[in-house]
């Protein structure tokens, strides 16, 4: 894979292009407790997305993995600032990289290992202290990933002082803001972006695969099951209520809140 573009929105002011650095390949069936996939589709290439908020002054990205730790079929696919470049965006003009939450796939790509230095030398990376504790990942936010959970790339940038945890200085800027959503971990967190009165939500792993879509009692097996369905409770109604776009990190579409049929579990106040 060589890093398509996956959508390019325009939001007011903001430009929001959501990339696909690569995939991630597993028995997705496995995430699923066996009695809980009576319709399931079986999956086993997932789409890694990192986001790019651009504006006025503004360079932000969502999320960065390095698929080349993710390898498929002896595929090799291209580092994260390689496919940043090939659309013009510059690593080092990001100043801010948030990471939703402490699962590998969504931070891996901080550090580069072959240069052994940070992608984002000039950028403040934000992470949740649920999901950070005495210098490296809390063991809930490990727990998923298992072996590949390796905390390496975070830790290098915490011991440059590199990595905020909860809140950065200086803090995001006006329209960008980040909405405790646990239960992927306990520090999941999903990032709300305004401009000019739209509403755009970048969900991370509040939802994996379509099949929790239709279907928000479906919940991985690592996850904090009430903790997620309820996190996808309010988010859901957040987005209704403000009409807004949304996407998560492994579905590469963006919904529309007056577009998509979400189940009566999601809309109900
Ligand atoms: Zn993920």
Wanted: glycine share 8%; aromatic share 8%; charged share 20%.
């Amino acid at each position: 894979m060589s890093g398509p573009i996956a959508q390019q929105i325009t939001l007011g002011e903001l430009s929001i292009t959501a990339l696909i650095l690569g995939e991630i390949y597993d028995r997705v069936e496995d995430w699923f407790a066996a009695d809980q996939l009576s319709d399931f589709r079986s999956i086993s290439r997932l789409p890694v997305i990192c986001l790019h908020i651009s504006g006025p002054g503004l360079s932000i990205l969502i999320d960065a993995c390095d698929p080349r730790q993710y390898p498929i079929n002896g595929v090799e696919p291209l580092d994260i600032q390689t496919s940043l470049r090939k659309i013009g965006i510059h690593p080092e003009d990001i100043t801010r990289v948030i990471l939703t939450h402490g699962h590998h796939d969504h931070f891996c790509g901080v550090w580069d290992l072959d240069r052994e230095a940070a992608n984002f030398p000039n950028a403040r990376h934000i992470l949740s202290a649920q999901d950070w504790g005495n210098g490296t990942l809390t063991a809930t936010a490990q727990m998923a990933d298992g072996s590949a959970a390796n905390p390496g790339p975070l830790e290098k940038l915490w011991q440059m002082g590199l990595l905020d945890l909860d809140t950065c200085d200086p803090p995001l800027p006006p329209g960008v803001s980040l909405i405790d959503a646990a239960g992927e971990t306990k520090g999941h967190r999903v990032v709300r972006i305004s401009s000019n009165g739209q509403a755009f939500y970048f969900l991370a792993d509040l939802f994996h695969v379509p099949a929790e879509l239709n279907a928000p009692d479906l919940c991985p097996i690592w996850a904090d099951a009430p903790a997620l369905k309820q996190s996808r409770r309010l988010l859901t109604q957040a987005i209704i209520q403000a009409n807004a776009q949304f996407m998560c990190s492994h579905l590469p579409e963006v919904f529309s809140a007056d577009r998509f049929n979400f189940p009566s579990f999601l809309g109900e106040p």
